[in-house]
């Protein structure tokens, strides 16, 4: 059989034309698994569902932990006070061979509220109370730092 051409293309007469092949169904309509889940979904998922919770094996979990702020002075702890458990206001100064900073405790937060420093960074940084936060006074060489 010679092949016909039909619109510039040649076409063999044996294939049949483009509207009687058998079309593929689009990707919403096919259903991998109509019979609902089986033993091998549901292991999957309860597999999933463990691992999303496998970091607090690692890294544990702190539903309330104690926060503690640690003053230090050119790396040498001067003081330790638990914001948690504080009540009330209480102020003190640390005194650096550079100079003086007056560190209050507020309830929960602790802030540098005077210093004789230039810049007053520290003064300017206001009250921290959250794990990770730090407060630098860098020509005194302060660092408080809650933990």
């Not at 900073?101 to 007053?120: F, L, P, R």
């Amino acid at each position: 059989m010679k092949p016909l051409e039909k619109r510039g293309r040649l076409q063999h007469p044996t294939t049949p034309p483009a509207a009687l092949r058998p079309r593929k169904p689009p990707l919403e309509v096919l259903r991998l698994n109509e019979g609902g889940f089986r033993i091998h979904d549901i292991f999957l998922l309860v597999t999933l569902l463990f691992i999303s919770f496998l970091p607090l094996l690692f890294w544990g979990w702190n539903g309330n932990p104690v926060a503690r702020a640690v003053v230090s002075v050119d790396g040498e702890e001067v003081r330790t006070i638990a914001l948690t458990t504080h009540e009330g206001r209480e102020s003190f100064t640390v005194e650096t061979p550079d100079g003086w900073n007056t560190v209050t405790v507020d309830g929960h937060t602790i802030a540098v509220t005077e210093a004789d420093c230039h810049d007053k960074i520290c003064v300017k940084t206001g009250a921290i109370s959250q794990k990770g936060e730090v407060i630098a006074c860098l020509p005194h060489k302060l660092i408080i730092e809650i933990k």
